[in-house]
């Protein structure tokens, strides 16, 4: 116990500032972090904004934060925002592949972003969406399809060269997959799902 010296505001001070201290050395468990518990109690309180403004706070310390992007691809989903749904659903899939209910919650956002948009392609994010869709059904030609226009009209967007190294992983053509990937990458850094691609891609290109 510190001993008390001076006056008893200087010894409080002192108290706080080192609880404070040991309080930011201890690390803290996914499930501990401050916004996600808060996320957590807005979303159990059906104040869904909220929720997922906290989720993604987050989620800005803790990228793998998988509890928090799960939550906020599921509010996303309930709200019927399902391309929105799809892309945070997709990277808690990349993080674990068997996570809760969310590869039933992907496969629904899929289907529903294919019943609802599949008229509107040229937004990158359901043509991104829809050639998802394309590869889990097995159908590589349209996967490639949407890849192209993708890639050729919208270069910038990071799912395009995800797909395309996808695509040449599937084609067993590993040199194409990773320089299609090491794009993805360099446009989307913080993405589960392409730093999950790029892993596979180096392991099976070294080994």
């Known amino acids: 116990m510190l001993p008390m ?5 200087i010894f409080l001070k002192a108290v706080l500032w080192s609880a404070l201290l040991w309080l930011f050395s201890c690390p ?17 309180a059906a104040q869904y904004p ?13 990228p793998d934060h998988i509890d928090a992007r799960y939550s906020i691809g599921k509010i996303y989903f309930m709200q019927e925002k399902y391309l929105s749904s799809y892309r ?19 496969e629904q956002s899929l289907e529903r972003i294919y019943t609802r948009f599949s ?5 990158p994010q359901v043509v991104g969406a829809i050639t998802t869709r ?3 059904k097995g159908d590589l030609i349209a996967a490639r399809r949407g890849i192209e226009y993708l890639v050729k009209k919208h270069p910038r967007f990071a799912v395009g060269w995800d797909h395309l190294g996808e695509y040449y ?14 794009k993805a990458l360099a446009l989307d850094p913080s993405s589960p799902t392409i730093f999950h691609h790029y892993e596979k891609i180096y392991f099976l290109k070294n080994h």
């Open 5 to 9: 010296q001076g006056s008893p505001i």
């Open 28 to 44: 803290l468990s996914a499930q501990d972090d401050p916004s996600y518990l808060l996320g957590l109690r807005y979303f159990q």
């Open 50 to 62: 909220q929720a997922v403004e906290h989720f993604k706070r987050a989620l800005q310390l803790n």
């Open 88 to 106: 945070y659903l997709r990277d808690s899939l990349a993080i674990d592949p068997g996570y809760k209910d969310a590869p039933s919650l992907f």
């Open 119 to 123: 008229d509107t392609l040229s937004d």
């Open 134 to 136: 394309s590869f889990r």
């Open 169 to 182: 992983l599937r084609q067993k053509n590993l040199e194409k997959a990773m320089t299609a990937m090491k």
